[in-house]
């Protein structure tokens, strides 16, 4: 081998291994203050500090015994699933209007549909509350999972839409052919293939709105969700509880999004597999 062969695979080496370490870097970046927040829940001493004191599970034992807890982990379950749900449903009402039909203005459409994410959510916390307060939705449960549906459908419109996107066109005029009704095709060849891509988006969504905290705060009033509690926790003192709770959310958020990848993992991996068979 050559000196310039070897020289261009010593280079390529070690720019793999700055790609990899920068990789790790990042994630340490980003993973640590959680990671610490795991670990110092652990920690038996009240105030965060090194060395660690002894592990405890004295402050899971707290949150576990907090009336107040458990009220937000109740009012939180609630509007996931329910905005979960709702926002699945139109997200993927909205993704198949965009991959059936062609109509004046879909670009319009497409680009109202995809704007609630994008929009500062500080805005968009008092533009739901101005507006709720007018209908007298403000400060229940129902005025939550109706935010929540709102920033959560984008998410479950644009994860339908990329499954869409895979499906051959000529799927559901080859099943009307046969005799099929549109709802039969919708139900028989369009809900299969889209399926996974339904639970992943379920899944995403249910995680946005278990985490989301800020416009949650200005609408829920007295029913508040689980990181309004925090807030809470946070404004009294400073309480070792919220390391607890916080661990707790970020592995109950992280099952979530876990499941909705895997979900779209196979049905990428199922894809593949058919389409080598079809070759």
Not at 6 to 18: E, L
Not at 58 to 67: E, I, Q, S
Not at 258 to 270: E, F, K, M, N, S
């Amino acid at each position: 081998m050559s000196d310039d062969g070897a020289q261009d695979i010593n280079r390529s080496r070690a720019v793999d291994w700055a790609l990899r370490a920068y990789v790790v870097a990042a994630y340490a970046f980003v993973f640590a203050p959680i990671l610490a927040s795991f670990v110092f829940s652990f920690n038996s001493d009240r105030f965060p500090s090194l060395p660690l004191g002894q592990f405890s599970l004295d402050w899971y034992r707290a949150v576990a015994a907090d009336p107040l807890v458990w009220e937000g982990l109740r009012n939180t379950l609630l509007v996931g699933v329910v905005a979960g749900v709702i926002s699945t449903a139109l997200g993927f009402g909205a993704a198949y209007t965009d991959y059936r039909y062609q109509f004046f203005g879909k670009q319009v459409y497409l680009a109202l549909a995809l704007l609630p994410p994008t929009i500062p959510v500080i805005i968009m916390g008092l533009a739901m509350l101005a507006f709720l307060s007018r209908m007298d939705l403000s400060g229940n449960a129902l005025s939550v999972i109706i935010s929540h549906v709102v920033i959560c459908a984008p998410f479950a419109m644009a994860i339908v839409r990329l499954r869409l996107s895979q499906m051959d066109p000529a799927l559901e005029p080859a099943a009307w052919n046969l005799g099929a009704s549109e709802w039969q095709t919708m139900r028989h060849v369009v809900m299969p293939f889209t399926r996974p891509a339904i639970l992943g988006a379920l899944f995403i969504t249910m995680a946005v709105s278990f985490d989301e905290f800020a416009i949650a705060w200005f609408v829920s009033g007295l029913n508040e969700t689980l990181p309004v509690k925090v807030l809470g926790f946070l404004q009294g003192q400073v309480s070792p509880r919220i390391n607890a709770i916080g661990s707790f959310v970020f592995v109950t958020s992280m099952t979530l999004v876990i499941l909705a990848q895997v979900l779209l993992a196979g049905r990428d991996t199922t894809a593949r597999r058919a389409s080598g068979e079809q070759e």
